[in-house]
């Protein structure tokens, strides 16, 4: 038997969701001249979803949603249980993680994306 969700539950798990869609598709999302490309290898070369899902550490969120990305990234949209907002793109050769957006509850962005194909040099710091 399903458990049901009372309306006020479902209502909050409607704003979050709300608010992950438009954090992933406004202003922290690529630009669609900025498309992230992770890999060109061939599919055979991935590591497995179960790894990357591990990686991601999923068990930490109320909900996630995950997707190959048309740049051949493993894409995570998450709702954490506090229902912060989490966009993720991970490389699925190596692993790494390529851009990681997560928006808290009180509206506080932590964002950290590496640069495309290889990370550019530090910037010297004025002494």
Not at 115 to 120: D, I, K, S, V, Y
Request: proline share 6%; glycine share 4%; hydrophobic share 40%.
């Amino acid at each position: 038997m399903m458990p049901t969700i009372s309306p006020i539950a479902c209502r909050r798990q409607l704003i979050a969701l709300s608010t992950l869609f438009m954090a992933a598709f406004t202003a922290h999302a690529s630009a669609p001249k900025e498309a992230i490309v992770c890999t060109k290898e061939p599919r055979s070369a991935w590591v497995g979803e179960q790894k990357i899902r591990k990686l991601f550490n999923e068990g930490q969120y109320a909900k996630v949603f995950f997707k190959i990305s048309k740049g051949n990234c493993y894409e995570f949209y998450a709702i954490g249980k506090d229902n912060s907002t989490t966009e993720a793109y991970y490389d699925p050769v190596t692993m790494a993680a390529v851009r990681f957006n997560r928006v808290t509850s009180d509206v506080r962005m932590e964002s950290q994306t590496t640069t495309q194909p290889a990370a550019a040099p530090a910037l010297k710091r004025p002494l």
